[in-house]
């Protein structure tokens, strides 16, 4: 592939709801610009951007990917991203790298769930749009109605410039509404004699709608009653890539109708590089913009990674400033450690094709960097500057995570270690009180497929069970008890005895521990047993062993003996008194509870509340943003295991979720007998086992 100029570089990110033929309508364009020798489809497994195995094998996109073309003079950098919601962050992440987007609405069902979610990621990134309504060959297709729903969720600035030839099986073509031309086969013509009076309403609703925006074209407008075509195409260039204008085009990828009409869309009105201004980022602590252009300082930003099990770390950057060089060196402005860029090249799926520079505004890999990961900036060293990263939300659920074997447990942690690199949404930790490794993610789904990927690229095998829920425990009332420790053997025995007062701390006071002992009563030496002795007691509970948190330790009595007391005296002391006390200051259990906002479809809010509720959730806010409902409230984490596939059912898979831990509350009494009689049932079956 040849170098290209910033000028002629186009990079487009092909976004919306799952299914809605993204990798397929990527397939066409690359045949249509030769890149590829046949059509690909995702349904046979042989598509450039689906490459991955579990891609391959569920028949969906997991992780975004890019492909580069050549069209017509033009270099465009295609970014075929995931549609369904337990990887649409992935889809957040890699819009970074977009200068603009098609977004790609099904024929069939029209906006979906997802197509407004990343329509409002468009937003974030402030990117121009064009809206591909495709499969419009499938049966029960309509441009009509989709036409409806897309206008209906992002407005009147929607504007069709294609109107479709035939409908269905018949779909064979579509009508430029700019130059009042058909293109049937690849073939330019007339347009047909049924469509003269749609396509002459379209044209005059398009005329006026890109003259509103442009006060020279506006006049010539009312003077002349419409706008030559010239005139027409400069002002939707124009209205395009100030977002004045989403223009509406008609595809069908499985039948390559469309293709070629897109690419020549892309190349005249979405913009490149150079039009898009600068990029915000910091060089010595203080706020910078660095332009996109070659006479700039060589810098660039690592927008996403992957872990190849034979090419090792691949990271995709995009080039911002300068000019890259092949086995050039660039500092990583996070680790400040020099990297050497050995072998760039252009991306085209997993194919990394070689280049010998990449200019400003385009998008290249390399391998084998030594420090660098997803969000790095690469710099000149002499013109330092970090970019921001992009924030990801927290994963909404978490599986505890074992390995079978001992050989897999020793490989485990750098096996998961390589697969968070490339995967920005997951999580691994260790809970430090239920004392499991956990993986978190955005679904079951997401981590089932990290798992497979354990077994197909590193040989390791886990075992995924529902995580054991960290209850607590705390009183709820106050004790002033005794504990008292004596011991007579025949040299020196031993004797602690102390006076402690239980009270109760408010949520998320932990653990306070005062000292009001006068008199020498106890020595001082000994107090800090009688703290150690408390706290070690509460780490392992009282009622299912939880630890207890949330109180207040006074010690403010109690004696001695000049030969026979010790610290070990006192701490076991203080274990008898905390185990009196909790009995006495009304021991309650804790849950933790989450933050949970869901959104779906408006027609589900109902069914949703319902089931909301039958799970002890307390609502704490309701939105709608189109035809999405949003749903706020707190629930009991024990409540939410499984509600995503309860979610996946209740809305066909139209729902989403998020969940974040934020507080502790008490456990109704009947969930609390059952989790107490569970926990001993637990241990008494350890004992047994133990015997």
Same mark, same amino acid.
């Given at each position: 592939?040849?170098?290209?100029?910033?000028?002629?570089?186009?990079? #487009?990110?092909?976004?919306?709801?799952?299914?809605?033929?993204?990798?397929?309508?990527?397939?066409?364009? +690359?045949?249509?610009?030769?890149?590829?020798?046949?059509?690909t489809?995702?349904?046979?497994?042989?598509?450039?951007?689906?490459?991955?195995?579990?891609?391959?094998?569920?028949?969906?996109?997991?992780?975004s990917?890019?492909?580069a073309?050549?069209?017509?003079?033009?270099?465009?950098? +295609?970014?075929?991203?995931?549609?369904?919601?337990i990887?649409?962050?992935?889809?957040?992440?890699?819009?970074?790298?977009?200068?603009?987007? +098609?977004?790609?609405v =099904?024929?069939?069902?029209?906006?979906?769930?997802?197509?407004?979610?990343?329509?409002?990621?468009t937003?974030?990134?402030?990117?121009?749009?064009?809206?591909?309504?495709?499969?419009?060959?499938?049966?029960?297709?309509?441009?009509?109605? /989709?036409?409806?729903?897309?206008?209906?969720?992002?407005?009147?600035?929607?504007?069709?410039?294609?109107?479709?030839?035939?409908?269905?099986?018949?779909?064979?073509?579509?009508?430029?509404?700019?130059?009042?031309?058909?293109? #049937?086969?690849?073939?330019?013509?007339?347009?047909?004699?049924?469509?003269?009076?749609?396509?002459?309403?379209?044209?005059? #609703?398009?005329?006026?709608?890109?003259?509103?925006?442009?006060?020279?074209?506006?006049?010539?407008?009312?003077?002349?009653? /419409?706008?030559?075509?010239?005139?027409?195409? =400069?002002?939707?260039?124009?209205?395009?890539?100030?977002?004045?204008?989403?223009?509406?085009?008609?595809?069908?990828?499985?039948?390559?109708?469309?293709?070629?009409?897109?690419?020549?869309?892309?190349?005249?009105?979405?913009?490149s590089?150079?039009?898009?201004?600068?990029?915000k980022?910091?060089?010595?602590?203080?706020?910078?913009?660095?332009?996109?252009?070659?006479?700039?300082?060589?810098s660039?930003?690592?927008?996403?990674t992957?872990?190849?099990?034979?090419?090792?770390?691949?990271?995709?950057?995009?080039?911002?400033?300068?000019?890259?060089?092949? =086995?050039?060196? +660039?500092?990583?402005?996070?680790?400040?450690?020099?990297?050497?860029?050995?072998?760039?090249?252009?991306?085209?799926?997993?194919?990394?094709?070689?280049?010998?520079?990449?200019?400003?505004?385009?998008?290249?890999? #390399?391998?084998?960097?030594?420090?660098?990961?997803?969000?790095?900036?690469?710099?000149?060293?002499?013109?330092?500057?970090?970019?921001p990263?992009?924030?990801?939300?927290?994963?909404?659920?978490?599986?505890?995570?074992?390995?079978?074997?001992?050989?897999?447990?020793?490989?485990?942690?750098?096996?998961?270690?390589?697969?968070?690199?490339?995967?920005?949404?997951?999580?691994?930790?260790?809970?430090?009180?239920?004392k499991?490794?956990?993986?978190?993610?955005?679904?079951?789904?997401?981590?089932?497929?990290?798992?497979?990927?354990?077994?197909?690229?590193?040989?390791?095998?886990?075992?995924?069970?529902?995580?054991?829920?960290?209850?607590?425990? /705390?009183?709820?009332?106050?004790?002033?008890?005794?504990?008292?420790?004596?011991?007579?053997?025949?040299?020196?025995?031993?004797?602690?005895?102390?006076?402690?007062?239980?009270?109760?701390?408010?949520?998320?006071?932990?653990?306070?521990?005062?000292?009001?002992?006068?008199?020498?009563?106890?020595?001082?030496?000994?107090?800090?047993?009688?703290?150690?002795?408390?706290?070690?007691?509460?780490e392992?509970?009282?009622?299912?062993?939880?630890?207890?948190?949330?109180?207040?330790?006074?010690?403010? =009595?109690?004696?001695?003996?000049?030969?026979?007391?010790?610290?070990?005296?006192?701490?076991?002391?203080?274990?008898?008194?905390?185990?009196?006390?909790?009995?006495?200051?009304?021991?309650?259990?804790?849950?933790?509870?989450?933050?949970?906002?869901?959104?779906?479809?408006?027609?589900?809010?109902?069914?949703?509340?319902?089931?909301?509720?039958?799970?002890?959730?307390?609502?704490?806010?309701?939105?709608?943003?189109?035809?999405?409902?949003?749903?706020?409230?707190?629930?009991?984490?024990?409540?939410?295991?499984?509600?995503?596939?309860?979610?996946t059912?209740?809305?066909?898979?139209?729902?989403?979720?998020a969940?974040?831990?934020?507080?502790?509350?008490?456990?109704?009494g009947?969930?609390a007998?059952?989790?107490?009689?569970?926990?001993?049932?637990?241990?008494?079956?350890?004992?047994?086992?133990?015997?």
């Amino acid at each position: 592939m040849k170098v290209y100029e910033t000028s002629d570089i186009r990079n #487009v990110a092909l976004v919306g709801h799952g299914h809605s033929g993204k990798t397929a309508l990527t397939g066409a364009l +690359l045949f249509t610009t030769g890149a590829t020798p046949r059509l690909t489809r995702p349904d046979e497994g042989n598509t450039i951007t689906d490459f991955d195995d579990e891609e391959i094998a569920r028949k969906i996109t997991i992780s975004s990917a890019v492909a580069a073309v050549e069209w017509k003079g033009k270099k465009i950098n +295609l970014i075929d991203t995931p549609g369904f919601n337990i990887f649409i962050n992935d889809t957040r992440g890699t819009l970074i790298a977009a200068d603009a987007a +098609l977004v790609v609405v =099904d024929g069939v069902a029209g906006v979906e769930v997802q197509t407004e979610k990343v329509w409002s990621f468009t937003e974030e990134f402030v990117l121009p749009r064009a809206i591909v309504i495709n499969k419009l060959d499938r049966e029960r297709s309509s441009f009509e109605r /989709t036409l409806e729903s897309v206008q209906a969720a992002f407005g009147r600035t929607a504007v069709p410039i294609h109107l479709p030839i035939g409908a269905e099986k018949e779909f064979k073509g579509i009508v430029d509404l700019v130059r009042m031309k058909s293109y #049937v086969g690849g073939k330019e013509g007339d347009v047909p004699a049924d469509l003269a009076d749609a396509a002459k309403a379209g044209h005059e #609703v398009l005329v006026e709608m890109v003259a509103e925006g442009n006060d020279a074209l506006l006049e010539e407008f009312f003077n002349e009653g /419409t706008l030559p075509v010239d005139h027409i195409l =400069d002002g939707l260039r124009e209205a395009v890539r100030v977002r004045r204008i989403f223009p509406i085009l008609c595809a069908s990828a499985t039948l390559n109708i469309g293709s070629d009409q897109i690419l020549s869309f892309v190349n005249e009105h979405f913009p490149s590089p150079l039009e898009c201004g600068s990029w915000k980022g910091k060089a010595n602590g203080k706020d910078v913009e660095r332009p996109i252009k070659d006479s700039a300082p060589v810098s660039a930003f690592v927008f996403k990674t992957v872990a190849d099990p034979f090419a090792g770390r691949v990271s995709y950057f995009k080039v911002i400033s300068g000019v890259v060089k092949n =086995d050039g060196h +660039l500092m990583n402005a996070r680790s400040s450690v020099d990297e050497r860029l050995a072998h760039i090249g252009a991306l085209f799926g997993k194919t990394l094709v070689p280049v010998t520079e990449l200019h400003a505004g385009d998008i290249g890999a #390399v391998a084998k960097l030594r420090e660098t990961l997803t969000g790095d900036t690469l710099a000149d060293k002499s013109a330092m500057i970090e970019y921001p990263e992009v924030r990801l939300p927290e994963p909404s659920i978490a599986y505890a995570v074992a390995a079978k074997t001992r050989n897999d447990e020793d490989r485990m942690g750098n096996a998961i270690h390589k697969i968070l690199e490339e995967d920005r949404s997951l999580r691994f930790y260790r809970d430090a009180q239920t004392k499991e490794f956990l993986l978190a993610g955005c679904g079951q789904q997401h981590i089932e497929i990290i798992v497979s990927r354990l077994k197909k690229r590193y040989g390791v095998e886990v075992a995924l069970h529902a995580p054991k829920i960290p209850y607590r425990e /705390t009183i709820r009332g106050k004790a002033e008890v005794q504990g008292r420790h004596k011991k007579q053997t025949g040299g020196h025995g031993q004797f602690g005895d102390c006076w402690i007062r239980l009270e109760p701390l408010a949520r998320g006071g932990k653990f306070e521990f005062a000292n009001e002992v006068f008199g020498g009563a106890i020595p001082k030496n000994f107090i800090p047993a009688i703290e150690k002795g408390i706290l070690e007691t509460a780490e392992r509970g009282y009622l299912a062993g939880y630890p207890v948190v949330d109180f207040r330790v006074v010690v403010y =009595d109690g004696s001695y003996h000049d030969v026979d007391s010790s610290e070990m005296s006192f701490k076991l002391a203080a274990r008898k008194a905390f185990r009196a006390g909790m009995e006495a200051a009304k021991p309650s259990l804790l849950e933790p509870v989450m933050n949970v906002e869901v959104q779906a479809p408006v027609e589900f809010a109902g069914d949703l509340m319902g089931d909301m509720n039958g799970r002890r959730g307390r609502i704490s806010g309701m939105d709608t943003k189109g035809g999405t409902q949003i749903i706020k409230a707190q629930v009991p984490m024990a409540e939410m295991l499984d509600y995503l596939n309860v979610l996946t059912s209740m809305t066909q898979g139209r729902g989403s979720f998020a969940m974040e831990f934020d507080h502790y509350d008490f456990v109704p009494g009947l969930q609390a007998e059952k989790i107490i009689a569970a926990a001993k049932a637990a241990r008494a079956g350890e004992e047994e086992e133990e015997e």
